[in-house]
C-alpha cells in the first residue's frame, strides 16, 4: 500500500474500522463514517459523489465555508515562508500580527496573548494562568476553580474536571480529577427577564469558598456542548460581580461562541463584561488547522511573572504555528472585513423561520435560535445511527446529540441552502 489514492472506498473504510479511534466512538461496534474526499464553500463531497450541506461549519469552526480562496492563499503564501518554526526565543510576523488584532478585537483589559494548539490546551492554559497568579501573589490556597453544572470546557484533565461531572462521567477519572465545585446551571433564558433566585447557587458557593478559589470558568451566554442552552447576560453580569467582590479570577471559554456565532463579537458583550482570562479556539483559522489562544490582562501577567518563577510555566512545542497564525489572521481579517453582523443576523432570522414549524410537533420540547445557532430540542434522545443516515439520505450533515438536533452552519451559506437544510431538520424530527 505505497499510495493511499489507490485505496478503494471500501478499503478505505475497512482500514477505517480496523485501526481508528473516531470521536466518542467504539472500536469494537463502530458506528458508519462517511468517506469525505473534498469540500468546497458549505458542500462536504463524499467519496461516491454525494454532496452534502453542512450545518455544523466542521464543529463551529469552518465559518468562511471550506476551500476559502483567500485563507488558501494566505496558507500557501506563509508554506513558501515557512510552515512552522520553534517559539522559543523566536518570533514570526504572523503571529505577531494576530496578537495584536486579538488584542484590538478583545475586550480593552485583555492585553497577552499565549498560543495554543487546541481549545482544550487552552483551557488548561487558561487554568493554570489562574493557579500560578494565586501561588505568585503568596495565596497558595487558591487552587480550586467555581464553575456550571452542564458546562463543557474539553477533554484533558484539567479540562475535564471542569466539565459537568454527570455528562463528563467523572465518576470513571474520580480519583484523578481535581475536585471543583459547580454551580447550578443558569436557567433565565436568553432574553427573559432576569429571575434573581437563578443566581443563588452561584452565590452560595462563592460565598462560602472564595478562600479557595483561583477562578470561574464558564462558557458565557451559550452553553454549547453540555446542552445548547442560551442563558441571560444578567446572570453573567451577577457573575462578575461576584468575582470582583470576592477576589476570584474569571474565565471566559469563548471556545465555540467567539467571533460573532451569537450575534456579537464575543459573548461576553451580551453582558458588557471583561473576564480576567479569555480562551479562543475553534473557528479561530476558519476551520483549516487547529489553533487557539488564551489571552489574560495585565493583573495576571504580571502577577504571575511578578512571582516565583518569574515566568508561565507552560510552553508547547507547535506553539503559534506560523501556517496556523497566518490563515488565523486572514480568516479573522475577512470576517471583520464583511458585514458579518448583518451576515449572522440574516441567518438568525433564517433559522428561526425554518426551524419553528418543529414546535408543533409531540415530538419536539423547544426550539430555539441565537445568532446562527439553531436548536431543536426533543423529548427523547435521538438514535444516531438511524437519524445520521436519514440526514444523509436528505443531503445535510449536521450530528445531533442526546435530544438535541442542531445546527451551526457557515457564515456564508445562502438562502436556499438554509432553507434546505432547516427543511430536513424539520423534517427529520417529526416522528
Ligand atoms: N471549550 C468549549 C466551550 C468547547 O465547545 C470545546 C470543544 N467542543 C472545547 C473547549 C475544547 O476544544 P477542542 O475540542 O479544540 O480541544
Not at 487552587?143 to 470513571?172: I, S, W
Not at 432553507?419 to 424539520?426: C, E, F, H, I, M
Request: aromatic share 8%; proline share 5%.
Amino acid at each position: 500500500m505505497s499510495d493511499n489514492n489507490l485505496l478503494s472506498t471500501e478499503q478505505l473504510l475497512a482500514l477505517d474500522k480496523q485501526h481508528i479511534w473516531h470521536p466518542y466512538a467504539s472500536m469494537i461496534d463502530a458506528p458508519p463514517v462517511y468517506p469525505v474526499v473534498s469540500a468546497r464553500g458549505v458542500r462536504l463531497k463524499l467519496a461516491d459523489g454525494t454532496e452534502l450541506i453542512d450545518g455544523l461549519s466542521s464543529w463551529w469552526s469552518a465559518i468562511h465555508g471550506y476551500n476559502h480562496p483567500v485563507l488558501n492563499q494566505a496558507a500557501k503564501e506563509q508554506l513558501e515562508a515557512m510552515s512552522h518554526v520553534m517559539f522559543g526565543g523566536i518570533t514570526h510576523p504572523s503571529a505577531v500580527k494576530l496578537a495584536k488584532l486579538l488584542v484590538d478585537i478583545t475586550p480593552p483589559t485583555l492585553n497577552k496573548v499565549f498560543f495554543s494548539d487546541s481549545g482544550s490546551v487552552a483551557v488548561e492554559v487558561a487554568i493554570k494562568m489562574a493557579l500560578q497568579y494565586w501561588y505568585s501573589m503568596g495565596r497558595k490556597e487558591k487552587q480550586q476553580l467555581l464553575t456550571l453544572k452542564n458546562g463543557y470546557h474539553g477533554d484533558t484533565f484539567g479540562a475535564m474536571a471542569t466539565c459537568d461531572p454527570v455528562t463528563g462521567m467523572h465518576h470513571m477519572f474520580s480519583e484523578a480529577l481535581p475536585k471543583h465545585l459547580f454551580a447550578d446551571a443558569p436557567r433565565t433564558r436568553f432574553g427573559d427577564e432576569f429571575d434573581e433566585t437563578d443566581i443563588s447557587s452561584f452565590k452560595r458557593l462563592i460565598e462560602k469558598n472564595h478562600q479557595s478559589l483561583a477562578a470561574v470558568i464558564l462558557e458565557p451566554i451559550v452553553q454549547g456542548a453540555g446542552g445548547m442552552n442560551f442563558y441571560s447576560p444578567d446572570y453573567l453580569k451577577r457573575v462578575r460581580q461576584l468575582c470582583n467582590e470576592y477576589d476570584v479570577l474569571l474565565i471566559a471559554d469563548e471556545i465555540a461562541t467567539g467571533f460573532g456565532r451569537t450575534g456579537k463579537l464575543f459573548a461576553c458583550e451580551h453582558a458588557n463584561i471583561e473576564p480576567d482570562i479569555l480562551c479562543l479556539g475553534k473557528c479561530l483559522t476558519g476551520g483549516y488547522l487547529s489553533l487557539a489562544a488564551t489571552l489574560c490582562n495585565d493583573k495576571v501577567a504580571n502577577g504571575i511573572c511578578q512571582g516565583e518563577a518569574g515566568v508561565f510555566m507552560h510552553g508547547p512545542t507547535f506553539m503559534a504555528n506560523p501556517l496556523a497564525t497566518a490563515i488565523a489572521y486572514a480568516s479573522v481579517q475577512l470576517l471583520l472585513s464583511q458585514d458579518w453582523q448583518q451576515l449572522v443576523k440574516n441567518l438568525e432570522t433564517q433559522l428561526l423561520a425554518g426551524l419553528s414549524p418543529a414546535k408543533a410537533f409531540d415530538t419536539v420540547n423547544d426550539v430555539r435560535v441565537l445568532g446562527s445557532i439553531g436548536v431543536i430540542e426533543l423529548k427523547q434522545p435521538v438514535d444516531m445511527a438511524v437519524i445520521q443516515k436519514q440526514l444523509v439520505d436528505r443531503g445535510i450533515w449536521v450530528r445531533p446529540f442526546g435530544k438535541l438536533v442542531y445546527t451551526i452552519p457557515p457564515y456564508i451559506i445562502g438562502d436556499e441552502d438554509i432553507a434546505t437544510l432547516t427543511a430536513g431538520l424539520v423534517d427529520i424530527v417529526k416522528n
